[in-house]
């Protein structure tokens, strides 16, 4: 059945399948199959003369199109993704077991409601080894504003080593009475702390974390904090700024999959004027609310701090309270 | 500069005392470096008195809480507190001789030597001595380099150019972050700490005035709700966040009579002060009392 014959729709598509040299079907074998530009080119020759691939058709279902990824399999691996605790039992029942990997997720509010704490907390938490049941991996924590502060995060370190103690008593002969190895020092030593000045800075260090984190295989979570505050500078053009951040959003997005870990981006709040009144919102635009998975945004309700899911595509929108204690991130204190 | 380099290894901050133990149990430490703190309070509450202080105080070495530094002080509100200086600078020379000599300074060292001062009356004025600073910085010589920057009043500086206009506001908003960005780039590469002081204004009850922004649900002082000024957009620019209230108390107080600076000493007012911690990255919310002496501030432990 010669390619010229075959009832493909537009000439375009026959002249590309000449131009790839299939003359026959017989010449063309599963792997060049597979190897075709368009899915749409292969089921055609499929549909056409199903009997003569048949015979090729188990090696053939594997190599279909390369990259892609049937639902199940998409589905198994959900379930078995790992997540990030947030040390707030009420915060990671509202995430479904905590920040997960392999996802963007936007972390918005105002000053001084918690955002530092809790990209602080996850860059810690991330640190716990897998038999207290954590991810044991490295953290990447970019940071923009300067509001990282080493003795904030040996605080928070050494309350997560009590906690790992604590539990590893808890659990008692499981563990065969484990040491806890690892002291606040070492998860200071476990985060790579970028200090970004401009936004140049920032966009050459993103461009840069492919090869750094080929290179650290076992880091599993990227914190920028904040990923705003050098973009919302005077930008001449304020199209070009978002062209700039959709890039940046994707390649982000791209280095979650490929690496499998989790990047948290960290976000401010700037009042939006809608119908002459005002009403919050995170900053960079509305286009940059596109570009991340998930968001979560802090609010303060009376003298508590609450967390609300704005956006997911898997979870429902909840809130839950949470707090920031000397230890951390923790659940909320009062009792409704 | 190549991204590799942008790796740093974090250390612990610096901090700069207040001068008094209470007030630096309350700020663990003092004014951290490397970042920007932020003093809100309405005129007359200490703002300036607190920011001659920590001038001279740089001064000192760092076992005392200082940095062993000199300071850039630039003022935005006429005129500068010179007499007041002189006076904070004389009993900082006769109390500390001992230690300023023990860094390397000469017996007849004058403390107001160590701290620059400058005049600035615009918003676009501060961004354009930015690069002189920083080349001032790169290239100073001295066995006592600049490591605090102290601004006097920030937002004396956008109150007259700009209208309330959406425009003049997103103008206001990008020349914060300008400012902003430099001022914590400075800090970061020198290894500064930024002290910036910042007016109120009353509440109204419309707008964003009352967004509840740090610990604080409402900030009073001398019985009136006020936000401190500039907006969200400014909150967003400072790393912390101190606010100075004050209150008057008419009734009579045996254990201390305060004779307050203003009425000098009418009836029995007193004028109590306070200092609370609205918003930081590394502390829990705290307040403390504090009072204005000849000598300065200093906390009280009530």
Known sequence: MDPWKLPISSAIQRKRLLSQSYTSHASASPSDLACADRASDVIYLLLIEPQVITSKFSVFSFLFVIGAQNAWDILLEEESMTRITTSCAELDKILGGGISCKEVTEIGGVPGIGKTQLGIQLAVNVQIPSYYGGLGGKAIYIDTEGSFMVERVLQIAEACTEDMTEYGRFLGKSIQARQVEMGPKDFLENIYYFRVCSYTEQIGLENYLDKFISEHRDVKIVVIDSVAFQFRQDFDDLAQRTRVLSAMALKLMKLAKKFSLAVVLLNQVTTKVIESSFQLALALGDSWSHSCTNRLILYWNGEERYAYIDKSPSLRSASAPYSVTSRGIRNSSSNS | ?302
């Open chain 2, 1 to 302: 500069m190549a991204p590799e380099n942008l790796l740093r290894r974090p250390q612990p901050a610096e901090k700069l005392t207040l001068g008094c133990p209470v007030m630096d149990r309350c700020l663990a430490g003092g004014i951290p470096c490397e970042s920007i703190t932020e003093i809100v309070a309405e005129s007359g509450s200490g703002k300036t008195q607190l920011c001659l202080q920590l001038a001279l105080l740089a001064q000192l070495p760092p076992s005392l809480g200082g940095l062993s530094a000199s300071s850039i002080y630039l003022h935005s509100e006429f005129p500068f507190p010179t007499r007041r200086l002189h006076q904070l600078a004389a009993q900082f020379h006769a109390h500390h001789l001992q230690d300023l000599i023990a860094t390397g300074r000469d017996q007849r060292y004058d403390p107001m030597d160590g701290i620059l001062v400058q005049s600035i009356h615009t918003a676009d004025q501060l961004l354009d001595i930015m690069p002189q600073t920083e080349s001032f910085l790169q290239n100073s010589q001295t066995q006592f380099p600049v490591r605090l920057i102290v601004i006097d009043s920030i937002a004396a500086l956008f109150r007259s150019d700009f209208d309330n206009t959406s425009i003049d506001l997103m103008k206001r908003s990008s020349l914060f972050f300008k400012i902003s960005g430099k001022l914590k780039s400075l800090a970061s590469r020198f290894r500064l700490a930024v002290v910036v002081t910042n007016q109120v204004v009353d509440y109204v009850g419309d707008g964003m005035n009352g967004l509840k922004i740090g610990n604080l649900e409402e900030l009073y002082s001398s019985g009136r709700r006020v936000c401190p000024a500039l907006g969200l957009a400014w909150s967003n620019c400072v790393n912390s966040r101190l606010f100075l209230s004050r209150e008057e108390d008419e009734k009579a107080n045996n254990c201390s009579v305060e004779r307050s600076e203003e009425d000098g000493g009418f009836g029995s007012r007193t004028t109590r002060r306070w200092l609370h911690l609205v918003f930081a990255p590394h502390l829990a919310p705290s307040s403390c009392e504090f009072v204005i002496r000849r000598e300065g501030i200093s906390g009280v432990d009530r």
